[in-house]
């Protein structure tokens, strides 16, 4: 039987579930990862999806929704952490990815 899900901290995380990381200098970029797997007690595995921009604000901005099930990239596992104010996932060196709580859009930026 596969597992569905796990608790990190008072945090579940369940398969389908939305991390999501804003990041950038200029630019405010947004990336989103599905989980498609848990396993163990605090371990994920997860692939980035892809995103639409629903609304576009001035100054080359707007707002991005992601796209359940539309993956993009291959697959990888990291280990989610709690920092106290919720649940992480260090995707690399300069990104980590929160959990997402709710189904609103995150705002984003473009330069040039």
């Known amino acids: 039987m596969t597992k569905k899900s796990i608790t990190v901290g008072k945090n579940n995380i369940n398969v389908d579930d939305v991390f ?3 990041w950038g200098y200029e630019q405010t970029n947004v ?9 163990g007690k ?3 595995v997860l692939c980035e999806i892809r995103s639409e921009i629903i ?3 001035s100054n080359l901005s707007g707002e991005k929704q ?3 099930n539309d993956f993009k990239g291959d697959k990888f596992t ?4 709690d920092n106290g104010e919720g649940v992480l996932v260090r995707i690399c060196d ?3 990815a929160h959990l997402k709580y709710d189904n609103k859009p995150v ?6």
């Open 94 to 96: 300069s990104e980590n």
């Open 42 to 44: 605090s371990t994920v």
């Open 66 to 68: 992601y796209i359940l």
């Open 20 to 22: 999501y990381s804003v």
């Open 55 to 57: 609304s576009h604000g």
């Open 31 to 39: 990336n989103y990862y599905q989980v498609t797997e848990v396993k």
């Open 107 to 112: 705002s984003y930026s473009s330069y040039g």
């Open 78 to 81: 990291r280990r989610v952490k």
